[in-house]
């Protein structure tokens, strides 16, 4: 049975295309497209996410929410060991930690960002407290990048594919004019014959 990717356009389900094209492991897309207006997702996908989200895939049965487990699931059970620091070694604790940090820490100013552009006036007073969360999240991705280009060792792992959308995100946001360490990031991602592959899979994307 061949692995299915729920992928929603402009959407953090795009890094699993990226990571599936990277390993070689064949994958089908069923598309979902955001609302128009509203730039929702759409409501066919609360039939496989109970919170209508993506990404979501589908292997042997089962049914994987959430970026980081569907990245360690893809990279234990798909041929990406290569991808994961040695488990014990102080790269595979910086792995655990920067994965995590993608979405538990990196996408909440992000998000309040995205939500109370919306308020107009109504967000302004929480505006100083999200720019400045957003600056400091990026300025300590900027700061921790290696001199290898990696977040984690000498090559790209797992913790690159989580961490590729907020990086993405800093550049289209205007947070990166000042941090050329993650805008050479950015552009060597997207320079990536696999993350090419899986942009012309995946379809129109606002962060490429």
């Known amino acids: 049975m061949t692995l299915i ?3 929603l356009n402009n959407s953090r389900s795009q890094r699993i295309l990226w990571l599936l094209e990277e390993i070689g492991v064949p994958y089908e897309i069923r598309h979902h497209q ?4 509203t730039n929702l997702a759409p409501p066919e996908l609360l039939a496989i996410h109970p919170l209508g989200k993506s990404p979501v895939i ?3 049965g089962k049914i994987i929410y ?4 569907i990245v360690e699931y893809i990279c234990e059970c ?3 060991a290569h991808l994961v620091p040695a488990r014990g070694s102080d790269d595979h604790i910086r792995y655990l930690e920067w994965l995590h940090f993608a979405e538990g820490s990196a996408m909440t100013p992000i998000l309040l960002n995205l939500y109370t552009s919306r308020l107009g006036e109504g967000g302004a007073p929480l505006r100083p407290r999200i720019e400045q969360q957003l600056n400091s999240h990026f300025q300590f991705m900027e700061d921790r990048l290696l001199d290898s280009g990696y977040f984690v060792g000498d090559g790209l792992t797992g913790a690159d ?3 590729s959308f907020p990086a993405e995100a800093a550049v289209k946001m205007g947070y990166a004019a000042d941090k050329p360490k993650l805008t050479a990031y950015v552009a060597a991602i997207h320079a990536r014959p696999a993350y090419q592959a899986a942009l012309e899979k995946g379809g129109p994307y ?3």
């Not at 955001?34 to 207006?37: E, I, N, Q, S």
Request: proline share 0%.
């Open 5 to 7: 990717v729920h992928h």
């Open 66 to 69: 959430e970026s980081a487990a």
């Open 206 to 208: 606002a962060y490429a």
């Open 58 to 60: 589908e292997d042997e």
């Open 78 to 80: 798909h041929g990406g």
């Open 34 to 37: 955001r609302d128009a207006v």
């Open 161 to 163: 594919i989580m961490l």
